[in-house]
């Protein structure tokens, strides 16, 4: 993980800032609240005047990959035992039967991915509803200016016409270059 800091942006008058004010208070979550020309004088983001922000500075990034390895890592070393690319056919309780195996444990996780919806309504008889996306991510070039900690990662709350959901951002932390992306379009 790296410390970088978050800035939320939002445009004025909406309510998701506000929001999320609350819930960091409410969680003892240190932040300021910026707006336009504050952001302008200490990050390198240009927001216009009908932009604010919440910025945390115990935020950062976490790396997916590093952080799923040493996931596995515990749970091997815990003496997890796990079962890949198996069919489900049927859970009861802890005892799991897969298309080639069948098994009881004291614990069981099921992390069923896409499939997750079907799973918990055919095994567990209650509706998850998920919606499958591939997220698009795009890197660009970026100066010494837009790494840590001059930049933080950035969340932006705008209908950016591929949905109401807007972008997040990713400062240069480990690659040469900025990571962007529109939210769940």
């Not at 939002?10 to 998701?16: F, K, M, T």
């Not at 969680?27 to 504050?38: C, F, G």
């Not at 489900?88 to 897969?98: A, C, I, L, R």
């Amino acid at each position: 993980m790296a410390t970088t800091g978050m800035l939320c942006f939002e445009d004025r008058g909406g309510s998701l800032l506000d929001n999320l004010v609350d819930l960091f208070e409410r969680r003892r979550v240190q932040q300021q609240r910026m707006d336009a020309p504050e952001v302008r004088s200490r990050f390198p983001f240009q927001p216009p005047d009908d932009v604010d922000a919440v910025y945390l500075d115990k935020a950062g990034v976490l790396f997916a990959t590093k952080a799923v390895a040493a996931t596995w890592d515990i749970a091997e070393r815990a003496g997890v035992l796990a079962f890949e690319n198996q069919r489900v056919k049927s859970v009861d309780g802890t005892t799991v039967v897969t298309d080639e195996c069948a098994f009881e444990a004291k614990t069981v996780i099921c992390a069923p991915g896409a499939w997750l919806s079907a799973m918990a309504r055919d095994f567990f008889e209650f509706d998850v509803p998920t919606r499958v996306t591939a997220e698009c991510v795009s890197y660009h070039a970026a100066p010494d200016t837009y790494k840590v900690p001059d930049m933080p990662v950035f969340t932006m709350r705008t209908d950016n016409g591929l949905g109401p959901y807007g972008y997040y951002g990713i400062p240069r932390v480990d690659i040469p270059g900025i990571k962007v992306s529109a939210h769940h379009c």
